[in-house]
């Protein structure tokens, strides 16, 4: 069965300090893989996604990720982080039917990110 | 851009009552997703449409149902409403013909079950 773990529940870094979110995926094929960014009492906001190809891929708003399929990871990265990020981080692995016809997103946990000044 | 479009932002409903939520999807998406997602926890996966017809089915109570309609929009149908439905309810929906997984969200229905 498909899952994802995110094993940080709370992670707190300095405003401008580098941020590295982790995320472990279970998944028979190649995953697509996603990260998915949502501020207290908001919808969920699509920051990257990985489905093939170039193994760092970048998103919005300076985050990149890098697929490493040896280890079952695709963390999430930023150089320099701003108060402005401190929200709830899920990473997502969608599975697909190759009969057709759809597919779902598995969500982990979640990391809840902090940003003190 | 169009986005994903639910209705209504905000329910309250008392124990035993029926709530219905509806999502319009972005413009020429064919599949829909419903998603619950309760306190401080992640996004669980209730239900999805393709092209009208259930595609998948997830962690949905028999209480819920839900159907997609022929303009593609969804409604979500929840009865006898206890505390534990209490939650934020997100649609999502997504292109198969554009051949990804892309899932765009909605901004959620908050459901208090008083």
């Known amino acids: 069965a498909q899952s994802v773990t995110q094993p940080d529940i709370h992670i707190t870094v300095s405003e401008g300090a580098s941020l590295e979110l982790r995320c472990n995926y279970s998944?028979?094929?190649?995953?697509?893989l996603f990260w998915y960014v949502q501020s207290p009492g908001q919808g969920l906001q699509l920051l990257l996604k990985?489905?093939?190809?170039?193994?760092l891929v970048q998103g919005i708003k300076g985050f990149e990720a890098e697929f490493k399929r040896s280890q079952s990871s695709f963390n999430l990265r930023k150089p320099s982080v701003h108060w402005s990020d401190a929200a709830e981080y899920f990473c997502?692995?969608?599975?697909?039917?190759?009969?057709?016809?759809?597919?779902?997103?598995?969500f982990g946990a979640g990391t809840r990110l902090a940003v003190h000044p | 851009a169009a986005g994903v479009i639910q209705s209504p932002r905000h329910l309250i409903k008392e124990k035993r009552e029926t709530a219905t939520l509806k999502c319009y999807p972005i413009p020429r998406h064919d599949t829909v997703y419903w998603y619950q997602q309760g306190p401080g926890q992640d996004p669980q996966f209730l239900i999805s449409?393709?092209?009208?017809?259930?595609?998948d089915k997830g962690s949905i109570p028999d209480r819920f149902s839900a159907q997609q309609f022929s303009d593609y929009h969804s409604e979500l149908n929840m009865s006898s409403l206890e505390l534990g439905d209490s939650a934020l309810y997100f649609c999502?929906?997504?292109?198969?013909?554009?051949?990804?997984?892309?899932?765009?969200f909605g901004a959620g229905s908050r459901l208090t079950v008083l």
């Open positions: 998944y028979g094929a190649t995953p697509y």
């Open positions: 997502a692995v969608g599975t697909r039917r190759f009969s057709g016809g759809y597919n779902k997103l598995i």
């Open positions: 449409f393709y092209e009208k017809m259930q595609s």
């Open positions: 990985y489905f093939s190809g170039d193994t």
């Open positions: 999502a929906s997504s292109s198969q013909q554009a051949g990804a997984n892309v899932l765009t």
